[in-house]
Nanobody
Framework: QVQVVESGGGLVQPGGSLRVSCVVS???????MAWYRQAPGKQRELVAR????????EYADSVKGRFTISRDNAKNTVTLQMNSLKFEDTAVYYC?????WGQGTQVTVSS
C-alpha cells in the first residue's frame, strides 16, 4: 500500500510564507504529483501540479505568482512553497499522485 504523508502546515499571518511537503513511499516517476486543498464548506480544488520532469506545471489562477510547486524524484517528494498568503488560502492541503491521497495538513492564515 502506498503511503502519502504531508507535513509543514501551520498558522501564519497574512502576507507570510509557509512550505508544505509530501513524501510518498513509492516512486511516482511517470506520474504527475499535485497539491489540492479543501476549505470548510467548499469542494476540494486543485492548487498546483507538476509532471515528472518538472517542465510542465499548472497552477490555479488564485495562487499564480504566489505559490511554487517542485518535486524531487530521487526522494519521492513534492513541495509547495506558499508566499504572500491570504486569508482565503486557509484550508487543508492534500498531496496526490496516481490515485493516492495523503491525510492532509492544515494551513491557517490568520492575524
Amino acid at each position: 500500500q502506498v503511503q502519502v504523508v504531508e507535513s509543514g502546515g501551520g498558522l501564519v499571518q497574512p502576507g507570510g510564507s509557509l512550505r508544505v511537503s509530501c513524501v510518498v513511499s513509492r516512486s511516482m516517476f511517470g506520474f504527475w504529483m499535485a497539491w489540492y486543498r479543501q476549505a470548510p464548506g467548499k469542494q476540494r480544488e486543485l492548487v498546483a501540479r507538476i509532471n515528472t520532469g518538472g517542465e510542465r506545471i499548472e497552477y490555479a489562477d488564485s495562487v499564480k505568482g504566489r505559490f511554487t510547486i517542485s518535486r524531487d524524484n530521487a526522494k519521492n517528494t513534492v513541495t509547495l512553497q506558499m508566499n504572500s498568503l491570504k486569508f482565503e488560502d486557509t484550508a487543508v492541503y492534500y498531496c496526490y499522485s496516481n490515485g493516492n491521497w495523503g491525510q492532509g495538513t492544515q494551513v491557517t492564515v490568520s492575524s
